[in-house]
């Protein structure tokens, strides 16, 4: 394997997998806001307590560069240069209120008023929005692969639509238009998610700290992570509030006013066996797994973002098999094989398409007298840029590039780089083969 | 004075190579174990090569010895790297 860290990737995956079959007998008695302001608010003071143990670890055990906690609060106040130019705190806020609060109350609303197999085209649906959101906004051209995958998708999703809705009807629920709609939601919800969740850039100040203590990236993301679970589910209460006082019967006015209800025996609910697993099992360690992975990816092929998203498929799929095994979803075998079959060859197809369009390049820069320390770490902040040399000879400056279009290569040389009076000369060269050795 | 610490040398040698040789270049530099890295390229150089040694010494004797004996590159520019970023 090539990238040991892929494993914390499917293993993340699988974890999150599970949560439709652990949430089914929950929801008979427990709200889905309680399921969700539990999960999220503890996990968020875990990370929380998490990184500030480490940055002590860090600064007392080790003889790593130290990493000042004050630095990494203040940096809630930075400007996100990949977000709108917005502060960070208002980027997490986004993040965890769409990304990650709405879109797991209508998951759990699907799950609640339809079935899992009917909730998992939420998913699938989130890939084909992601990819007309990549052709339209990032120009990226629907070569063969993409085609396919879609098709491909197109067809798991009218057979889980199928069995999802007659899954349903076992149940004792029809899939009515408040499923769907709470479904597409979802789906909406989720793609925000997993565009918006990687638009995350380091100040330079970062950046120095970085080169110095790779370590810094751990805090940095436990950080984030635990600030948009936390904002989330604070600026969920006021929101619930007022979807409860507002005269208007729906089945989330239902779960807001349980939520209300049994917030007396809010630490009863918590000892549940299901509600720890949650949060255990499918958001502490599944985040830990991809910090982790995140801040060691050194793979020569396809970067960690685009791993990440291929390998989302595994949750939707891991869900459907775990269903059907643990809960007796219904699910006829030979219609489970075929969507098995046809999930795994969109993976596949969607690996070739990622390749295929991965450009990797080398930068050789000249650059004017005097900019040589101005200039390195304002180039180390572009998107692309993944390793910079500062040389002594006929260059100044050797880049790594990677990007996953050749739109994105374009966007860093002519919009980024050339508009640079301190580069006097770049040469590009185009990687072909990479083989690396151990040292 | 015996030495007690030292830091490793890095250098970036880009090579332009004549017709058809590309894979055999490639296979004679992998051989080399200073070489860390290597990398196909289109442009004005063909290959670039990264090695790591303890002396300058070494990189001479590596580049005069063992490189600079491969048939095929027909020209060869060294860089030393000074500092290196990763994200």
């Known amino acids: 394997m090539q990238n040991k860290y892929i494993f914390n990737l499917i293993l993340a995956n699988l974890l999150w997998s599970f949560i439709p079959v652990i949430v089914e007998d929950l929801f008979l008695d427990v709200s889905i806001i309680m399921v969700i302001f539990l999960r999220f608010f503890i996990s968020g003071v875990v990370l929380l307590i998490l990184a500030v143990i480490f940055v002590l670890i860090n600064n007392r055990m080790t003889h790593n560069e130290s990493i000042s906690l004050k630095f990494l609060f203040k940096n809630l106040l930075h400007k996100n240069r990949r977000f709108f130019d917005i502060k960070n705190i208002s980027y997490y806020l986004y993040l965890g209120f769409f990304g990650i609060i709405l879109n797991i109350i209508f998951f759990f609303l699907t799950l609640k008023t339809t079935s899992i197999i009917f909730t998992m085209v939420g998913f699938l649906l989130s890939v084909i929005f992601i990819a007309f959101y990549e052709k339209g906004v990032n120009f990226e051209k629907f070569d063969v692969f993409k085609v396919m995958y879609i098709i491909f998708l197109f067809f798991t999703i009218i057979i889980l639509i199928f069995v999802g809705s007659t899954g349903a009807v076992l149940k004792g629920r029809q899939v009515m238009l408040n499923g769907i709609i709470y479904l597409l939601i979802f789906s909406i919800a989720i793609s925000f998610l997993y565009i918006v969740i990687n638009r995350d850039a380091y100040s330079r100040e970062e950046i120095k700290i970085i080169n110095k203590n790779r370590n810094f990236k751990i805090p940095r993301f436990l950080i984030k992570m635990s600030s948009s679970f936390l904002i989330g589910v604070i600026c969920m209460l006021p929101l619930s509030l007022i979807i409860y006082i507002i005269p208007i019967e729906t089945d989330l006015t239902f779960e807001i006013s349980t939520f209300f209800a049994q917030f007396s025996i809010i630490f009863l609910i918590l000892g549940r066996w299901e509600i720890i697993f949650l949060i255990i099992f499918s958001t502490i360690i599944p985040y830990l797994l991809i910090f982790i992975a995140n801040v060691n990816w050194k793979s020569e092929n396809l970067t960690y973002s685009q791993w990440s998203s291929i390998l989302n498929l595994i949750d939707p799929m891991g869900s459907i098999i775990f269903s059907v095994i643990f809960v007796n979803e219904y699910f006829p075998l030979e219609l489970l094989i075929i969507v098995v079959f046809l999930l795994v060859f969109t993976f596949v197809i969607r690996y070739s398409h990622e390749v295929k369009n991965l450009v990797q390049a080398i930068l050789l820069l000249k650059l004017e007298k005097g900019s040589f320390n101005r200039i390195t770490l304002r180039i180390f902040k572009y998107y692309g840029v993944t390793s910079i040399y500062t040389l002594v000879g006929t260059y100044d400056l050797m880049l790594i590039i990677k990007t996953s279009s050749i739109k994105d290569f374009y966007n860093l040389i002519n919009l980024r780089l050339k508009p640079l009076n301190d580069i006097k000369d770049i040469e590009i060269l185009f990687i072909n083969k990479n083989i690396n050795k151990p040292i | ?87």
Not at chain 2, 7 to 28: D, F, Q, T, W, Y
Not at chain 2, 49 to 78: C, Q, R
């Open chain 2, 1 to 87: 004075m015996e030495i007690l610490y030292h830091m490793p040398i890095k250098a970036i040698i880009l090579c332009k190579l004549g017709i058809s040789v590309i894979r055999p270049v490639i296979e004679e530099l992998k051989m080399i174990p200073q070489i860390t890295k290597v990398m196909s390229l289109t442009g004005d150089y063909d290959v670039l090569a990264e090695i790591v040694v303890d002396t300058p010494e070494e990189l001479y004797e590596i580049f005069a010895n063992k490189i600079d004996m491969i048939n095929g590159i027909i020209a060869s520019n060294t860089h030393m790297v000074m500092k290196e970023f990763n994200k």
